[in-house]
T-cell receptor, first 111, second 116 residues
Framework: DAGVIQSPRHEVTEMGQEVTLRCKPI?????LFWYRQTMMRGLELLIY????????DSGMPEDRFSAKMPNASFSTLKIQPSEPRDSAVYFC?????????FGPGTRLTVL | GNSVTQMEGPVTLSEEAFLTINCTYT??????LFWYVQYPGEGLQLLLK?????DKGSNKGFEATYRKETTSFHLEKGSVQVSDSAVYFC???????????????FGDGTTLTVKP
């Protein structure tokens, strides 16, 4: 199995631009999570899905952030408009029976 | 709600030293307990786990025992190597239904640096 796949691995954009991060979970996993990691705030859970349905989005920082999971094999996290304080590493993870499998992350830099 | 408290870092050790990273938790029901490791530039990966009281998880020389009486899951290794330098996260998941179903609660992470 290829594991959790995220794209792009690195993204550099300018303030005000739209950013879309993509995730392909491990086949058969029924949960999908989006996290953000920064030095200041550590690892934060943004939103998670169960069987493609959003369960808890209380960690999404602002309305500028949105996430979708149109099918079991694909999810997106969108930031519109982006701001410099959104710079972080964004991780996608999927799970089955409690153990989480993390992707390699997308390092986002907003100038 | 669920919470995980782990030893603050950073921790710096010499090669072949003994490692302990403390982790205690608060949870409803009977959680599964995990240690994840994050190497520089990578995502978190599972190091070991235990699903019930008195279980011992082990992997790559690391061990942790699920202690329900002290609500702890301390990580230990008898002889660390430079390659063990990473950030270590303690986590729990409560099975079954409810508002936390399927979601893991992570500690803040402990950075370990091993010097030759």
């Amino acid at each position: 199995d290829a594991g959790v796949i995220q794209s792009p691995r690195h993204e550099v954009t300018e303030m005000g631009q739209e950013v879309t991060l993509r995730c392909k979970p491990i086949s058969g996993h029924d949960y999908l999570f989006w996290y953000r990691q920064t030095m200041m705030r550590g690892l934060e859970l943004l939103i998670y899905f169960n069987n493609n349905v959003p369960i808890d989005d209380s960690g999404m920082p602002e309305d500028r952030f949105s996430a979708k999971m149109p099918n079991a094999s694909f999810s997106t996290l969108k930031i519109q408009p982006s701001e410099p304080r959104d710079s972080a590493v964004y991780f996608c993870a999927s799970s089955w029976v409690n153990e989480q499998f993390f992707g390699p992350g997308t390092r986002l830099t907003v100038l | 709600g669920n919470s995980v408290t782990q030893m603050e870092g950073p921790v710096t050790l010499s090669e072949e030293a003994f490692l302990t990273i403390n982790c205690t938790y608060t949870a409803t029901g009977y959680p599964s307990l995990f240690w994840y490791v994050q190497y520089p530039g990578e995502g978190l990966q599972l190091l070991l786990k235990a699903t019930k009281a008195d279980d011992k998880g082990s992997n790559k020389g690391f061990e942790a025992t699920y202690r329900k009486e002290t609500t702890s899951f301390h990580l230990e290794k008898g002889s660390v190597q430079v390659s063990d330098s990473a950030v270590y996260f303690c986590a729990l998941t409560t099975p079954g239904g409810g508002t936390n179903a399927g979601k893991s609660t992570f500690g803040d992470g402990t950075t370990l640096t091993v010097k030759p």
